[in-house]
């Protein structure tokens, strides 16, 4: 089975702007989770959708939403980009709610200038 | 609050060493403990789970309640161990919560 896949791999973007991001899951894989990773934090959880809904959500703001499709497909979106937003961003997917391996993407990079 | 705590950064060990890789975490229920690794140039990848008890790649880890532990072991460290090591905690088939990491650097 091919594994996740992101898209962008690279960003560049300007303070203020606003950037979507995309994810494909394995095949069959039904949720899809969202991690930021930064030199600073670490990584850290963003948000968690299943069958189209959100299911989990991290500490982050407002500005930081996503979706997902009913092929599983997700995407998530941050508005009015802050030079904090530079990061890795990495996708997860798993098969289920309650299965306990995450299959992680290559992940996107976003600078923020 | 869960909270995982990896307290190195950095470690460096000799081929043939034994290797501890620490892991400290604070949750009030029946967490799911994981070590995740990523080697160079490679995707985050799961190593071992705390339920399974198996030994991959060399590598154990003990669930330790009473210290809140859940150290990574190998008794002999290869070159090709280096890497970052995530450890990460689950509460129910929710979200992973983790460390910092530590980078494993093994030298000949």
């Known amino acids: 089975k091919a594994g996740v896949t992101q898209t962008p791999r690279y960003l560049i973007k300007t303070r203020g702007q606003q950037v979507t991001l995309s994810c494909s899951p394995i095949?069959?894989?039904?949720?899809v989770s969202w991690y930021q990773q930064t030199p600073g934090q670490g990584l850290q959880f963003l948000f968690e959708?299943?069958?189209?809904?959100?299911?989990n959500k991290g500490n982050f703001p407002g500005r930081f939403s996503g979706r997902q499709f009913s092929n599983s497909r997700s995407e998530m979106n941050v508005s009015t980009l802050e030079l904090g937003d530079s990061a890795l961003y990495l996708c997860?997917?798993?098969?289920?709610?309650?299965?306990?391996?995450?299959?992680f993407g290559p992940g996107t990079r976003l600078t923020v200038t | 609050a869960q909270r995982v705590t990896q307290p190195e950064k950095l470690l460096s060990v000799f081929k043939g060493a034994p290797v501890e890789l620490k892991c400290n975490y604070s949750?009030?229920?029946?967490?799911?403990l994981f070590w995740y690794v990523q080697y160079s140039r490679q995707r985050l990848q799961l190593l071992l789970r705390?339920?399974s008890r198996e030994s991959i790649k060399g590598f154990t880890a003990d669930l330790n309640k009473g210290e809140t532990s859940f150290h990574l072991k190998k008794p002999f460290a290869q070159e090709e161990d280096s890497a970052m090591y995530y450890c990460?905690?689950?509460?129910?088939?929710?979200?992973?919560?983790f460390g910092k990491g530590t980078s494993l650097l093994v030298t000949p």
């Open positions: 990460a905690l689950s509460n129910s088939g929710y979200a992973l919560n």
């Open positions: 705390h339920i």
């Open positions: 095949s069959g894989h039904r949720s």
């Open positions: 997860a997917s798993r098969e289920g709610l309650q299965a306990y391996e995450q299959y």
């Open positions: 959708y299943f069958s189209e809904t959100q299911r």
């Open positions: 949750y009030s229920g029946s967490p799911e």
